[in-house]
């Protein structure tokens, strides 16, 4: 199983700051990985699909890069709805594994 | 609009059994592939199983094979999964998720969930 780990588990930032998220997979997944975005009580969302291609409807604040084990979700200047949670996931291998997490809170 | 919406969830004892449903609407769901997740509360998320989209392969994740069974009724534009021998442990929010038509297992969108408590 590829575990993926994601850091911090919590970051602490102002509205208008960059945001900078960090998923590490336990072998390559070549570029396979996506990102979710899930706000208290609601559903998990999608915003980044293969590394990089946002998907339908997610602002260009939102970028992702990396490559094999390391990977970056990047929010360029923080709104107010996106202090929410960040998972990573894989689909390299099977199990479809994600990540913890990573908090976003305003400061 | 493309929407997903789970039913089924309950309150059951532990080794009882459930049978969650989700109806897709606003898109063709004999194309995609199907996907159930789930997340424990206050935990992160857990992939569970996925199905092709002509139902003729399934995926499961490994520790719920056996006890868990994903299904679909594509006149009906229905999603299902089957869950026996319930555990504690499965307490979740599940949740139903369509694949990407490029890259099935990554999931777009997701329905607002339903819950699943396993408690005596």
Redesign the interface.
Same mark, same amino acid.
């Given at each position: 199983e590829i575990v993926l780990t994601q850091s911090p588990a919590a970051l602490s930032l102002s509205p208008g700051e960059r945001a900078t998220l960090s998923c590490r997979a336990s072998q390559s997944v070549s570029s396979?990985l996506?990102w979710?975005q899930?706000r208290p009580g609601?559903? /998990?969302? &999608?915003l980044i699909?293969?590394v990089s291609n946002r998907? @339908?409807g997610i602002p260009a604040r939102f970028s992702g890069s990396g490559s094999e084990t390391d990977f970056t979700l990047t929010i360029s200047s923080l709104e107010p709805e996106d202090f929410a949670v960040y998972?990573c996931?894989q689909?390299r291998n099977? /199990? &479809? @594994?994600?990540?913890?997490?990573t908090k976003v809170e305003i400061k | 609009e493309v929407q997903l919406v789970e039913s089924g969830g309950a309150l059951v004892q532990p080794g009882g059994s459930l049978r969650l449903s989700c109806a897709a609407s606003g898109f063709t769901f004999s194309n995609y592939w199907m996907n159930w997740a789930r997340q424990a509360p206050g935990k992160?998320?857990? #992939?569970v199983a996925?199905i092709k989209s002509d139902g003729s392969v399934k995926?499961y994740? *490994?520790s719920l094979k056996g006890r868990f069974a994903i299904s679909r009724d594509n006149a009906k534009d229905s999603l299902y999964l089957h869950m026996n021998s319930l555990r504690v442990e499965d307490t979740a929010v599940y949740?139903c998720?369509r694949g990407?038509e490029s890259?099935p297992?990554?999931? *777009?969108? #997701?329905?607002?969930?339903t819950l699943v408590t396993v408690s005596s």
């Open positions: 396979y996506a979710y899930q609601q559903a /998990p969302r &999608l699909y293969d998907a @339908t998972y996931q689909r099977w /199990p &479809l @594994t994600f990540g913890g997490g | 992160g998320l857990e #992939w996925n995926y994740l *490994d949740y998720a990407l890259t297992n990554h999931f *777009d969108p #997701w329905g607002q969930g």
